[in-house]
């Protein structure tokens, strides 16, 4: 591969698979003023954070690339539900800011759109899971130290098929971690109809619209275990909610306030984990919405991320 610049982001698509890269910035090369935190074009969350890294964190705390390793680590973004690009780019650039590599992917498991998934759809994912892998040799990463940070359930079940075939197959990958934003649940139907509410109030559906798709989550939920028999169907929370065997270390972040993963679910993951004697760290946040914990606290959620990664390049320190 040619050389590059630190900052520079590409998006490639290849078939189905979108995804974008946001390359990290060297310790030498980091921004010193806001003025080029502005040319980041990014939301103030982002923006704090990035200032977090430049601070607090530059001394001490920040990867120092080539210190540790010879070849910066490269962390893949997989986004949550309505994510876009641009909400997963405030994450990169913390990254950046961290001297480490980012891959972005929103994936689409269920091809109606919904949380449920058919035996057509597991076999686009497997595909999609693939190429999702290789884009590391793809761009002569291969061998760098590689990380995961997912958000919500959909951004979960995503990635427990990416470390399912991971276990059985690990690519000559050197997984170092994974981080757990605001995931996984359990498939249950308080879940989805909170999840419906929110989606409603986020378009804009009339009180009618929305009891019909109450209704609709109803009926395919009561539904959902005949045609997981009969038909080979599975759902999103079913996916999220698989055991966590991957021997890498783990940190969860999520918080008390969010009403779309119950933190008890979240903390059932952790022990499941720990009773297998498989590392699982985790931060509660007291009071930030779901997947809003960097723009809630912005230096906190950065601490913790960077610290993380920091502590799995030093594995003696997990």
Request: glycine residues 6%; proline residues 6%.
């Amino acid at each position: 591969m040619g050389e590059r610049d630190s900052d520079e982001e590409e998006c490639a698509e290849d078939g189905e698979l979108e995804y974008s890269i946001t390359f990290g910035t060297r310790r030498s090369d980091y921004p010193n003023s806001e003025d080029e935190a502005e040319d980041a074009n990014t939301s103030n969350a982002a923006d704090s954070a990035a200032a977090a890294a430049r601070g607090a964190f530059r001394i001490d705390n920040v990867i120092p690339v080539g210190d540790y390793h010879a070849k910066e680590p490269v962390i893949f973004l997989i986004g949550w539900s309505g994510c876009l690009d641009k909400h997963l780019a405030k994450y990169s650039l913390m990254y950046r800011a961290a001297g480490v590599t980012s891959i972005r992917h929103i994936p689409r498991l269920s091809s109606g759109g919904g949380w449920f998934i058919t035996p057509a759809d597991m076999t686009r994912v497997g595909h999609d899971v693939t190429r999702f892998l290789e884009i590391l040799t793809d761009l002569d990463l291969h061998e760098n130290p590689v990380f995961f940070h997912v958000f919500s359930n959909l951004g979960m079940a995503f990635y427990s098929q990416v470390a399912a075939t991971l276990l059985h197959s690990p690519h000559g990958l050197d997984v170092r971690g994974a981080i757990f934003d605001s995931c996984p649940s359990q498939p249950r139907l308080s879940v989805m109809i909170n999840y419906v509410m929110v989606q409603a109030e986020i378009e804009g559906h009339s009180l009618l619209r929305l009891v019909l798709r109450i209704i609709t989550a109803l009926f395919c939920a009561f539904s959902l275990p005949v045609a997981s028999v009969l038909l080979g169907y599975t759902s999103i929370p079913t996916l999220a909610s698989s055991p966590r065997l991957e021997p890498w270390p783990t940190l969860y972040l999520y918080s008390k306030a969010d009403v779309l993963i119950p933190s008890r679910d979240v903390e059932t993951s952790i022990k499941g984990r720990r009773a297998r004697n498989l590392s699982a760290v985790s931060k509660m946040f007291p009071d930030s919405a779901h997947v809003a914990h960097l723009r809630k606290y912005p230096e906190e959620y950065t601490s913790e991320c960077v610290a993380f990664l920091s502590k799995c390049l030093h594995p003696q320190t997990i």
